[in-house]
C-alpha cells in the first residue's frame, strides 16, 4: 500500500486526490494534462484521416487518388501509431510514477523542455506530410527520400521522448529517497517501468537509423535499404511493444478502479511483464520475414523460440487480468453461478467496459493472429495483404487505444477534476467503437485472405499491363469492413467530442465526494472505490482455494485455447493449398 512519508521534507504544493488518498504533485499534475491534450489532438487527426483512407480502400467509393491516398495514409500512420500513442504514453509515466508513488516530478522544466520538443517535431513532421513533401508512409522505406524535416522532426520528437523517459526513472529515485511509499512499487508502475524500459530499446533504434537517414537525405551519405529496413523495424515495431506493456499497465489500473479487481499473484504478473523486456522486442522480425537478406535461422530464432516467451507474458497477463476480475468480484459477494459475476459487472462503466472489450479484442482476435503471422512459413501468404493492418488494427487500436481511451474517463475527474460531459454518450462510446473495430479488424483480415494488398491505392490495380482476378466475394468484404471502419470513426469522435468538451468546457468537481452529486457524471469507481472495500470474510477463499474462485476464467482460457488452435491450423491448411500438398 502506498503511503506518503509523514517524514518526507517539504516539496511544494500537492493536493489529495479524493478518490484514491494519493497526493498529486502540482508538476505532475499539469504535464500529465499537456501531454494527455497533445495525444488527443493527435488521435482527432489521425482519425479524420483515416476516414480518407477507408473510403478510398473501399472500391465502390475510392476517393482519393493515387497522390493523396498516400499522402493521407502517412499522415494517419504516423499521427496514430507514434504521435497520438506516444504522447499518451508519456502521461501514462508521470501517472505511473509521481501521482502513485506519490512524489514529484524528478525535474519539472526539463519535463515541459522535453514536451516542447515533442511538439516541435510532431509540427515539423506534420508541415512536411500536409505539404506533399513526406509521400513515404509510415515506414518511409529508403531509398523513397522526405524533406530533411521530416527526419530531423522524428528525431526531436524522439529526444524529447527519451527524455520523459529519463524522468520517470529520476522520478523513481526521488520517490525511494524521500520515502514517499513503502515496500515494492505497485505493479502499475512496475509495468511502467517494463514500458519505459522498451521506449530506451526502441528510441535508440530510431536514432541509430533516423540520424543517417537524415544526413541521406540531405545528400551527404548513403543508406543501404535493407540495413535500414532491419533497424527501422526496431523502432517501427517496438514502439507498439510499449503500448503493450503500458496497455496491460492499465488493464491492470482499471480492475482496481472500476471493480477492485485484485492481483492474483504479483510474482506471476511482474515476472511476465520482465519478459516482455527481454523477448517482446524480437518480435520486430515478423516484418522481415519475406526479404531475401537474412538465412532462415536468423528469422525462425527470432520469430519463434524467443517471441514465444514475449506470447508467453501476454498470455499470463490474458489470464490474471480477467481472474483478478473474477476474484475481485466474488470476494465482493458476486458468488452466484460460473459467470455470475461477469453478468453482473458495472457494464455501464465505460472504464470497465473498455477494459473488458480491449482485453478480449486483443486476446482473440490480434493476439491469435499475431503469432500465426509471426510464423515463418505462413507469414508468406499473409505478407503484405489487409491480413497485417486487420491484426494491428486490432491490437494498436482495439486494444491499446481502447485501453486508453478507458482510463481517460477517471483521468478526467481524477487529474482534470472535471465531470464527464454527455456522460450518457461516454457509457455507450466503447461498445460503438470497439464493435466498429472488431468488425474492421476481421473484415480487413478476411480481405486479405483473397490477397488483397496491404499498400496499394487500388485493389484492381486498374491499368495495369496484367490482370490480378480476386473473388467477387471481396467486394461484399470490402464492404462491410468500410461499415465497421465508419461505426468506430463515429465511435472515435464520440470520445474526442466528450474528452475535450469535458477539459475545456466540463463543470469542476469541486469537492463533492458524495454518490448523490456525482453519480451520471462521473464513472461509479470514482465514488464507490471499490479497491478500498475489502472483504472481512475470507471463508470461501479457505475453502476453494484461489484456483476454485476463478472457473469462469479457466472456461475462457480454455475457449481462447482452442480457438488459437484452430485458426492457427487452419493456416497450415491454406499454406498446403498454395504449396499444393495433399
Not at 503493450?244 to 485484485?262: E, N
Not at 527481454?278 to 530464432?301: E, R, T, Y
Request: proline content about 4%; some cysteine; overall charge positive.
Amino acid at each position: 500500500m502506498n503511503t506518503h512519508g509523514a517524514d518526507a521534507p517539504a516539496r511544494g504544493p500537492f493536493r489529495t486526490c479524493p478518490t484514491t488518498g494519493l497526493q498529486v504533485h502540482n508538476d505532475a499534475d499539469n504535464l500529465i494534462k499537456a501531454n494527455a491534450v497533445a495525444a488527443t489532438v493527435a488521435l482527432l487527426v489521425g482519425g479524420l484521416t483515416a476516414i480518407l483512407v477507408l473510403l478510398t480502400r473501399w472500391q465502390a467509393v475510392h476517393l482519393l487518388d493515387a497522390e493523396m491516398f498516400y499522402r493521407v495514409l502517412t499522415i494517419h500512420g504516423m499521427n496514430m501509431l507514434i504521435f497520438f500513442i506516444l504522447f499518451f504514453e508519456m502521461a501514462v509515466l508521470y501517472f505511473a510514477s509521481a501521482v502513485i508513488l506519490n512524489s514529484r516530478v524528478a525535474a519539472p522544466k526539463v519535463g515541459w523542455g522535453a514536451f516542447g520538443l515533442m511538439v516541435l517535431g510532431t509540427l515539423m513532421v506534420e508541415w512536411t506530410m500536409f505539404t506533399g513533401r513526406a509521400d513515404v508512409l509510415f515506414t518511409s522505406y529508403v531509398p523513397l527520400r522526405a524533406h530533411p524535416l521530416f527526419y530531423l522532426g522524428v528525431i526531436l520528437f524522439a529526444v524529447g521522448a527519451l527524455t520523459v523517459v529519463s524522468i520517470f526513472f529520476a522520478t523513481l529515485v526521488v520517490a525511494k529517497r524521500e520515502r514517499t511509499y513503502t515496500g515494492s512499487v505497485p505493479l502499475v508502475t512496475f509495468g511502467a517501468i517494463t514500458a519505459a524500459i522498451i521506449a530506451v530499446i526502441t528510441l535508440v533504434h530510431g536514432a541509430a537509423i533516423y540520424i543517417p537517414t537524415f544526413f541521406w537525405s540531405l545528400g551527404m551519405m548513403n543508406v543501404d535499404p535493407q540495413v535500414y529496413r532491419l533497424v527501422w523495424w526496431g523502432l517501427g515495431h517496438s514502439s507498439q511493444q510499449i503500448n503493450v506493456a503500458a496497455m496491460v499497465s492499465i488493464w491492470y489500473l482499471l480492475g482496481a478502479l472500476t471493480v477492485g479487481a485484485v492481483v492474483v499473484s504479483e510474482k506471476v504478473s511482474r515476472t511476465a511483464f520482465v519478459l516482455y523486456v527481454g523477448f517482446i522486442s524480437m518480435a520486430s522480425a515478423h516484418h522481415l520475414l519475406v526479404d531475401p537478406g537474412f538465412g532462415s535461422a536468423w528469422k525462425v530464432v527470432n520469430t519463434s523460440y524467443f517471441m514465444y516467451m514475449a506470447v508467453l507474458a501476454s498470455m499470463l497477463h490474458g489470464f490474471t487480468v480477467p481472474a483478478g476480475v473474477e476474484l475481485g468480484m466474488r470476494l465482493r459477494g458476486f458468488t452466484q453461478g460460473i459467470f455470475g459475476w461477469l453478468r453482473r459487472a458495472p457494464w455501464g462503466d465505460p472504464g470497465f467496459s473498455s477494459l473488458w472489450l480491449s482485453v478480449v479484442i486483443f486476446g482473440f482476435v490480434g493476439g491469435i493472429t499475431g503469432v500465426t503471422f509471426g510464423t515463418e512459413q505462413i507469414n508468406i501468404i499473409a505478407h503484405n495483404t489487409l491480413r497485417i493492418p486487420g491484426h494491428f488494427h486490432a491490437t494498436v487500436v482495439s486494444g491499446t487505444a481502447m485501453a486508453f481511451m478507458g482510463i481517460t474517463y477517471y483521468v478526467i475527474p481524477l487529474i482534470f477534476r472535471k465531470k464527464v460531459a454527455f456522460y450518457g454518450m461516454a457509457r455507450w462510446q466503447p461498445y460503438v467503437f470497439s464493435i466498429g473495430m472488431l468488425i474492421f479488424s476481421m473484415c480487413m483480415t478476411f480481405a486479405g485472405s483473397f490477397g488483397i494488398p496491404r499498400r496499394h491505392w487500388d485493389i484492381t490495380f486498374a491499368g495495369a499491363p496484367f490482370d490480378v482476378p480476386y473473388s467477387p466475394a471481396v467486394n461484399l468484404v470490402m464492404g462491410v469492413m468500410a461499415i465497421g471502419g465508419l461505426l468506430a470513426a463515429v465511435g472515435g469522435g464520440m470520445y474526442i467530442l466528450i474528452t475535450v468538451w469535458s477539459v475545456f468546457f466540463g463543470k469542476p468537481l469541486g469537492a463533492e465526494a458524495s454518490k448523490a452529486a456525482l453519480e451520471g457524471s462521473v464513472p461509479p469507481g470514482v465514488y464507490n472505490r471499490p479497491f478500498l472495500q475489502i472483504p472481512a470474510d475470507d471463508t470461501e477463499v479457505k475453502e476453494h482455494g484461489w484456483m476454485g474462485m476463478m472457473p469462469g476464467t479457466m472456461i475462457l482460457v480454455i475457449v481462447f485455447l482452442v480457438a488459437f488452435i484452430v485458426y492457427y491450423f487452419a493456416n497450415w491448411k491454406l499454406l498446403s493449398f498454395v504449396w499444393k500438398v495433399g
